[in-house]
Nanobody
Framework: QVQLVQSGGGLVQPGESLTLSCAAS????????TGWFRQAPGKEREGVSC?????????????YYADSVKGRFTISRDNAKNTVYLQMNNLKPEDTAVYYC??????????????????????WGQGSQVTVSS
């Protein structure tokens, strides 16, 4: 049974940082693409970031970011912990949303701006609320 368990959400002030974690069981994340998506109230789900698989040979992964988070968010993977992280710096009120991690074979990126909604991703975390407010 595949499970993605998220942790790390919360309430922060603008300019502060948070790190979201997505720990997997039943699947090896190094063999999958793992994405972060978010959904704000009244808005559609949007892509935030994605890291491609490392492949059978443990090769380098490719990372993708939405334009709105480039330079502020960093996605990474710790294969020893089978966990993907989203480090979020300089948070803004418009980053407020429920964040989800998800895994599938590819990131489905179509350009420099990671805009995929994650519709085809097979495995999903439970969601983490991130609220940025003064």
């Amino acid at each position: 049974q595949v499970q993605l368990v998220q942790s790390g959400g919360g309430l922060v002030q603008p300019g502060e940082s948070l790190t979201l974690s997505c720990a997997a069981s039943g699947v090896t994340l190094d063999y999958y693409a793992t994405g972060w998506f978010r959904q704000a109230p009244g808005k559609e789900r949007e892509g935030v970031s994605c890291i491609s698989s490392g492949g059978d040979g443990g090769g380098a992964s490719t990372t993708y970011y939405a334009d709105s988070v480039k330079g502020r968010f960093t996605i990474s993977r710790d294969n020893a912990k089978n966990t993907v992280y989203l480090q979020m710096n300089n948070l803004k009120p418009e980053d407020t949303a429920v964040y989800y991690c998800a895994a599938d074979w590819i990131c489905a990126a179509t350009g420099d701006n990671y805009s995929y909604t994650g519709l085809g991703f097979k495995y999903w975390g439970q969601g983490s609320q991130v609220t940025v407010s003064s």
